[in-house]
């Protein structure tokens, strides 16, 4: 059996707003990038395409620490009550859909 690297990296995507700058930079499409740790399940680093270095750092102190393996809902609260802008609700679905992909990893499935 190979030996894997002790962190996998995954991915979630959203769509984006019109309204939103990142959409005239980086489509139509927001991601965000996890290297999370395979034993612990928590997240080291992060980095995602929102427009400004501001958002991007933001973002990141708010991912990092937490564990894939549960729940997301403190990350998504946080957010809906902590960033105002019409492309929240794509960096709440990009985060909902990077821990169910993770979820399925730790499942087996496809991601």
Not at 20 to 47: K, P, Q
Not at 55 to 82: A, C, F, M, Y
Request: contains cysteine; charged residues 20%.
């Amino acid at each position: 059996m190979p030996a894997y690297p002790p962190e996998v990296i995954v991915v979630g995507y959203s769509k984006v707003p019109m309204s939103s700058a990142a959409y005239g930079n980086h489509g139509e499409t927001f991601a965000i990038s996890l290297v999370v740790d395979r034993a612990s399940h928590v997240v080291l680093d992060a980095d995602c395409t929102a427009d400004t270095h501001v958002v991007r750092e933001w973002l990141v102190q708010r991912l990092i620490g937490h564990r894939v393996d549960l729940d997301p809902t403190d990350i998504l609260n946080e957010l809906k009550s902590s960033y105002i802008s019409p492309a929240r609700g794509s960096m709440q679905q990009a985060v909902i859909d990077a821990w169910a992909r993770y979820g399925r990893h730790l499942g087996h499935g496809d991601s």
